[in-house]
């Protein structure tokens, strides 16, 4: 399993289509200061389900859809699609399918579509499948800048919590909490 694609359309500083294609190993993103580098770690934390605004460098979630420049108008809706490589396959239920595709799309009015494998389902789907790997934006499967000072400074119960992560046990607790509250 390993990230095959990320397509990305008006979100952020991008108001055209762009394909980045993972191949895997190690891949660098570069370019000048404000090209959309962490735009690209954002779209990719954003499609996976994170909801903070904070956490997505944006005020309000309004601003993750392109605002218009001089060259190009604003556009409506924000889309990022992410195309994962599932050969061999890592979720039973998506066992036949040799790519998993998530998308994600927001628009103007304050809608949300979410879609696996073309497939209208919910936000929490999404997260969950992630959450069964130990993949989500709160885990250490995404480092940002600065994130590897904060770990040696945590506090024993946040280790903690980043250890749970990791060993794809958060789940479990999220699925025991959501039921007390029910
Ligand atoms: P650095 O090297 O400084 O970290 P970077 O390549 O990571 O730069 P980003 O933070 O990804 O740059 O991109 C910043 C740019 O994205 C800014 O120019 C900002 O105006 C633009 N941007 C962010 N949100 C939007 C939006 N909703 N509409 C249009 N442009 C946006
Ligand atoms: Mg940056």
Redesign the pocket.
């Known amino acids: 399993m390993f990230l095959k694609k990320i397509e990305i359309y008006g979100f952020?500083?991008f108001p055209y289509k762009v394909t980045i294609p993972f191949s895997p190993g190690i891949t660098g993103i570069v370019?000048p200061?404000?090209?959309?580098?962490?735009?690209v770690l954002d779209a990719i934390k954003w499609v996976l389900g994170e909801q903070s605004p904070k956490k997505l460098r944006v005020k309000e979630l309004s601003?993750?859809?392109?605002?218009g420049?001089e060259d190009k108008k604003k556009v409506d809706f924000a889309e990022v699609r992410m195309t994962i490589n599932h050969d061999p396959p890592v979720w039973e239920k998506y066992k036949d399918f040799p790519e998993v595709v998530i998308t994600r799309r927001f628009y103007r009015n304050g809608e949300s579509e979410f879609f696996i494998n073309q497939k209208p389902c919910r936000l929490k789907d999404i997260q969950f499948l992630f959450l069964e790997l130990g993949i989500n934006t709160q885990s250490y499967s995404i480092i940002d800048q600065g994130e590897v000072s904060k770990f040696i400074e945590l506090s024993p119960k946040e280790r903690r919590i980043f250890l749970e992560d990791l060993a794809g046990v958060s789940k479990f607790k999220i699925t025991e909490e959501e039921t007390k509250k029910n």
Do not use: R
């Open positions: 952020k500083s370019g200061n404000g090209a959309g580098k962490s735009n601003d993750l859809i392109f605002a420049n």
